[in-house]
């Protein structure tokens, strides 16, 4: 018996080691069962090339079947055996034309996929009215190869549910990532525009694979520089490799660009010279890059400067540059991701309170981008009042891509369900089944506008994103972005299969404990609605002990509130009254301390360390039983990725086995300061069975880390 294991030991090829380069478009060899099958339902490829678009659909498809099935098929004008694979639109294919199938309602980004007889042949058909719908089509056919799904019966119509799907880059102009954990910004701005890394055309092309359709190339807290010619002939370089793969680019504006860049002494938005210099720049724009997309603009918040500065609104200003991009059909993305140095307003209630009364004021060209929750993309938020109460004004939702509170690179936290646990959140603005996704999607109100923004957490690393499995976080992004209502455990497992290994006894195991890996995070960080308990400026680690500087809101003692009778920020009619912001049964329920959902108890309310839970323990016994529950789900994590080391390479098995090691002991870190600290508070006994913390409270607070990667600054 060990002769025959070693003798296939032996046999078997060695997994090639991986870096992850090559995210989920690997297109590696398939398994014989699947190749041959697969191999005669792509005997030959009938796909023009005649323009940038076709030309990139085309070599995706030869690369991808030459990858999977160990050879591409020949190219052929018509259809002369069976098992042709046919792509294009009525326009580019006198085939398709001939077909007469019902691209018609499609949109510009739509396809479908048939299986079809052409001349008396099998065939499968990917048809799309226009070129860069053919493009996504490839992708959802080699997405269904590279899953090891049937194609022999394909009836598959398919177009995005959201117009703008666009990565923000936090990306600084010196190349540092504000928020990023994966080395440098990708673009390297000092060769741009002569030397265009040919990662650009890969990071396009992996956009294009999930649908993404923009992107904003440099942080909100924005450099005015980049309006500059210099940078202009940079960004066109950039918008030229991305234009074939349908991604417009986008640009962060500072809103104080006219002085610092345009020698006025002033940038408020009623101003005649200021309104021309805005005019001015989107011609001079426009002139580099024809399709550009707009602006993001991040004003009068965290020190950015704004229309505020001059008494103006919120919709004064972004309605200036509106404007000036209207003519060449950009948009603005204007955040509501603000809150003012001044203001004493439970900072969860400032967004809604500042952008609700200008509900219709937006130019038509206008979307509000508010982040999921209210306060900062935490493990946990419930969903941010806006959505549901501006029914007139376009509103789109930004998630965040890069973990920074969820872990850095490091941690293993697969967010496609708390995008998922947002989108379907219900706003109840029209009654039940209001849910956020109905809002952004523009069904609910009638947008004529509708997007998704995604933080991303692309640098200059080798895999992109810092660790392997936050690439599963860009994946599902994008796929939700092309449709909300996609399942995000559905999502996980088209991406483990891509990603490693179509090998059941991988992906079933990788597919549960990434389902289970956030919720893991709340534990062991901010369980029960706790939030905003990260170590001061880099957000590295827990320090829920942080109280004083400059802003009582930049503090963990602001959100918390521990006192030796309870915990919680009363955020009901008795508190800051927050919920009054929901709609009326979304708010009875959040207000209502008995109603409302555990995992957002002290979000909203304040509560005796004896408050009842629903599992019969008092708060604080729940609240250690949530922390220790978070450690060991990281420790079944790594048990389980052990036992995974021979399906997939080792170079990327053992990354992901150092990770999981390092989430193992912060985890823990995390448990035992907060622990430490909030029993402080409490004064209670841990329960039986639960070790104390390991050091004193003292040591966990002692701990200084200047250098943690992402810091703003
Ligand atoms: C780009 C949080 C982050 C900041 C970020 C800000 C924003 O406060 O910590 O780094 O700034 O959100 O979304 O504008």
Redesign the pocket.
């Known amino acids: 018996m060990l002769g025959v294991w070693l003798l296939a030991a032996w046999i078997a090829p060695p997994l090639r080691a991986e870096d992850g380069y090559d995210l989920w478009l690997r297109y590696r060899a398939l398994a014989p069962e699947h190749a041959d099958a697969y191999r005669a339902a792509a005997s030959q490829l009938v796909a023009g090339d005649a323009t940038p678009t076709q030309a990139a659909t085309r070599a995706e498809l030869l690369r991808g079947l030459e990858g999977l099935l160990g050879a591409a098929p020949p190219l052929s004008a018509a259809v002369t055996r069976p098992g042709a694979l046919i792509v294009g639109t009525p326009a580019s294919s006198p085939l398709i034309a001939r077909l007469g199938l019902q691209t018609g309602g499609l949109g510009r980004e739509g396809y479908l996929i048939r299986s079809v007889v052409v001349d008396g042949h099998a065939a499968t058909v990917i048809a799309a009215d226009e070129d860069i719908g053919a493009l996504y089509g490839a992708f959802h056919f080699l997405r269904l190869l590279q899953g090891g799904q049937p194609i022999a019966r394909l009836d598959v119509r398919e177009r995005p549910r959201l117009q703008r799907r666009v990565l923000n880059h ?1 990306d600084n102009l010196d190349r540092y990532v ?2 990023g954990y994966a080395g440098q910004s990708i673009w390297d701005w000092h060769k741009l525009p002569d030397w265009r890394d040919p990662c650009y055309t890969d990071y396009a092309r992996a956009n294009a694979s999930i649908g993404v359709n923009g992107t904003v190339l440099n ?3 924005a450099n005015a520089q980049i309006l500059t010619p210099m940078y202009l002939e940079k960004v066109a370089a950039l918008a030229g490799v991305f234009r074939p793969y349908g991604i417009r680019v986008y640009l962060s504006a500072r809103f104080s660009a006219p002085i610092e860049i345009g020698g006025l002494a002033t940038a408020d938005p009623q101003d005649p010279a200021v309104r021309r210099w805005w005019r001015d720049k989107a011609d001079e724009i426009y002139r580099h890059v024809p399709d550009f997309g707009g602006f993001l603009v ?1 004003a009068n ?2 020190g950015q400067p704004g229309p505020q500065d001059y008494g103006r609104s919120h919709a004064d200003g972004a309605n200036l540059l509106a404007e000036a991009l209207a003519p060449h059909g950009g948009i603005v993305m204007w955040r509501a ?1 603000v809150y003012s140095h001044e203001e004493p307003e439970d900072r969860a209630r400032q967004a809604y309170s500042e952008f609700v009364p200008h509900d219709g004021a937006f130019a038509g060209n206008v979307m509000v981008q508010v982040k999921n929750g209210a306060i ?1 993309f935490q493990p946990r938020e419930p969903f941010h009042p806006l959505f549901g109460a501006m029914p007139s004004t376009p509103l789109m939702m930004e998630l965040q891509i890069t973990k ?1 509170y969820l872990g850095f690179a490091t941690h293993l936290a697969y967010l496609g369900p708390m995008y998922e646990e947002v989108l379907k959140a219900d706003t109840h603005a029209r009654g039940k089944g209001s849910t956020v996704a109905r809002v952004i999607d523009g069904s609910l109100h009638r947008y004529a506008l509708t997007g998704m923004a995604g933080v991303a957490n692309i640098g200059s690393d080798r895999n992109w994103s810092g660790s392997h499995f936050d690439q599963a976080n860009w994946y599902a992004f994008g796929r939700l972005a092309w449709n909300p209502a996609l399942d995000a455990r559905a999502i996980a497992e088209e991406w483990t299969r891509m990603t490693f290994s179509n090998d059941p006894a991988f992906v079933a195991p990788v597919v549960e404990m990434m389902m289970g890996s956030r919720e893991a995070v709340v534990d062991y960080m901010t369980p029960l609605g706790l939030h905003h308990l990260m170590g001061r400026g880099h ?1 590295y680690g827990p320090a829920p002990w942080v109280e004083g500087g400059p802003r009582a809101d930049w503090t963990s003692v602001y959100y918390h509130r521990a006192t030796r009778e309870g915990i919680g920020f009363d955020r009901s009619a008795s508190g800051s009254n927050a919920v009054a912001q929901y709609a009326p049964p979304v708010a009875r329920r959040f207000g209502d301390v008995g109603r409302v959902p555990e995992e957002y108890l002290l979000w909203f309310h304040h509560v005796p360390w004896d408050h009842r839970m629903r599992s019969g323990r008092p708060l604080w016994e729940e609240l250690v039983h949530r922390y220790a529950r978070g450690v060991d789900y990281v420790k079944r994590m790594r048990a389980t990725w052990d036992g995974l080391g021979a399906h997939i390479d080792g170079e990327r098995h053992a990354q992901v086995a150092a990770f999981l090691a390092i989430q193992q002991k912060e985890a823990q870190w995390w448990r035992d300061a907060s622990i430490a600290y909030f029993q402080t508070f409490s004064g209670r006994p841990l329960p039986a069975g639960q070790a104390p913390p390991p050091h004193p409270l003292e040591h966990y607070k002692a701990l200084q880390f200047p250098h943690a990667p992402g810091d ?1 600054r």
């Open positions: 936090w504000e928020r942080n909100v807290n991040k918040s965290e991701f900062d920074e957000h703003g």
